[in-house]
């Protein structure tokens, strides 16, 4: 496994996996347990995907001692402000059945994440999170938060794939030393995404699927890559990426694939932030 520094000097693996929209308890616990025997330490889950405690479990069950493991959870949208975002760190570790998490982010960028973030900082000082960080704040939001917090962010998970490849808001975070995170590494398999004739190209000499070229292309770049797959062949697939190399042409024609919009939705677009401030209203049970 390749690994990088966080800004605290945390050693995070460069690849993970990932477990949103696993919600059923024992489904998403025999995933984390196959990508723990594949080779996975780095489990990225969230308190709104609701499989917390599936993961803690096979965690447990897995009888590999707790210091191999990097665990990242993240704060829902209806746990924010520092009152309820600091009964929510207790609760994630609860159900994750961990005493200190790698890494904790704010999933979403919106309600009053600034009381989150200071919820954070006053737990990572605690010894409770040994990093905390951001996710889907775009560089307005990002900068933002920066200029007025203590902890810098020590990772921005967002949107992140050869189609969006976001070298701009990558270059601002390194700037104030925050790693960047790439969620749906593979788009979910938007745009076509595992037919790609120019991936599925670049990937012939080495014998490597899209997927691994992709994943390859992303590591490459200094990326931090969490994929998710529940089957197990895939685990195998996306993890064996670490046997080969791109060239600077390879890397140069996946630069040519980048839309730099979104597959997905903007977290900054009107219809986007009334859709999630309005579901994150609701809460989680
Ligand atoms: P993704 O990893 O880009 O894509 C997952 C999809 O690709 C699944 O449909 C999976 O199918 C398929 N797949 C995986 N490996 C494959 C392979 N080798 N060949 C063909 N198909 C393959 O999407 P994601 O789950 O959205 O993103 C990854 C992780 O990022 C999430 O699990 C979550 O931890 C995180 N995330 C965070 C946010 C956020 O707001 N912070 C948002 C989205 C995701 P099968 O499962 O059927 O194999």
Same mark, same amino acid.
């Given at each position: 496994?390749?690994?990088?520094? +966080?800004?605290?000097?945390?050693?995070? #693996?460069?690849? &993970?996996?990932?477990?949103?929209?696993?919600?059923?308890?024992?489904?998403?616990?025999?995933?984390?347990?196959?990508?723990?025997?594949?080779?996975?330490?780095?489990?990225?889950?969230?308190?709104?995907?609701?499989?917390?405690?599936?993961?803690?479990?096979?965690?447990?069950?897995?009888?590999? #001692?707790?210091?191999?493991? %990097?665990?990242?959870? /993240?704060?829902?949208?209806?746990?924010? &402000?520092?009152?309820? @975002?600091?009964?929510?760190?207790?609760?994630?570790?609860?159900? +994750?059945?961990?005493?200190?998490?790698?890494?904790?982010?704010?999933?979403?960028?919106?309600?009053?994440?600034?009381?989150?973030?200071?919820?954070?900082?006053?737990?990572?000082?605690?010894? /409770?999170?040994?990093?905390?960080?951001?996710?889907?704040?775009?560089?307005?939001?990002?900068?933002?938060?920066?200029?007025?917090?203590?902890?810098?962010?020590?990772?921005?998970?967002?949107?992140?794939?050869?189609?969006?490849?976001?070298?701009?808001?990558?270059?601002?975070?390194?700037?104030?030393?925050?790693?960047?995170?790439?969620? &749906? #590494?593979?788009?979910?398999?938007?745009?076509?995404? %595992?037919?790609?004739?120019? +991936?599925?190209?670049?990937?012939?000499?080495?014998?490597?699927?899209? @997927?691994?070229? @992709?994943?390859?292309?992303?590591?490459?770049?200094?990326?931090?890559?969490? #994929?998710?797959?529940?089957?197990?062949?895939?685990?195998?697939?996306?993890?064996?990426?670490?046997?080969?190399?791109?060239?600077?042409?390879?890397?140069? /024609?996946?630069?040519?694939?980048?839309?730099?919009?979104?597959?997905?939705? @903007?977290?900054?677009?009107?219809?986007?932030?009334?859709?999630?401030?309005?579901?994150?209203?609701? &809460?989680?049970?």
């Amino acid at each position: 496994m390749e690994y990088v520094t +966080l800004n605290n000097g945390s050693k995070m #693996p460069i690849l &993970g996996f990932g477990v949103y929209q696993i919600p059923d308890q024992a489904e998403c616990e025999r995933c984390v347990l196959d990508a723990i025997s594949v080779g996975y330490r780095s489990i990225d889950t969230a308190q709104a995907y609701r499989n917390e405690e599936a993961v803690g479990r096979a965690i447990q069950k897995s009888g590999i #001692p707790r210091e191999e493991f %990097f665990v990242t959870t /993240k704060v829902w949208i209806s746990n924010a &402000g520092y009152e309820k @975002a600091k009964a929510s760190i207790d609760e994630s570790l609860r159900k +994750l059945q961990l005493d200190e998490l790698d890494l904790l982010l704010i999933h979403q960028p919106f309600s009053d994440y600034y009381g989150t973030y200071r919820a954070m900082e006053e737990a990572y000082r605690a010894g /409770k999170l040994k990093a905390i960080g951001v996710s889907n704040f775009y560089p307005d939001r990002y900068i933002d938060l920066v200029q007025f917090t203590d902890v810098v962010p020590a990772v921005n998970q967002v949107e992140t794939h050869v189609f969006h490849q976001q070298g701009q808001a990558q270059e601002i975070m390194k700037k104030y030393n925050t790693q960047i995170e790439s969620w &749906g #590494p593979f788009a979910e398999g938007r745009n076509d995404f %595992f037919s790609n004739a120019t +991936l599925k190209a670049i990937g012939e000499p080495y014998n490597k699927s899209i @997927a691994q070229v @992709a994943l390859r292309f992303l590591i490459q770049r200094g990326v931090v890559v969490i #994929p998710k797959t529940v089957n197990r062949n895939r685990m195998e697939e996306n993890f064996n990426v670490f046997d080969f190399e791109l060239t600077a042409e390879d890397m140069a /024609k996946i630069v040519a694939l980048d839309t730099g919009k979104t597959a997905f939705f @903007a977290h900054n677009d009107p219809q986007t932030v009334e859709f999630l401030t309005g579901y994150g209203k609701k &809460g989680l049970e």
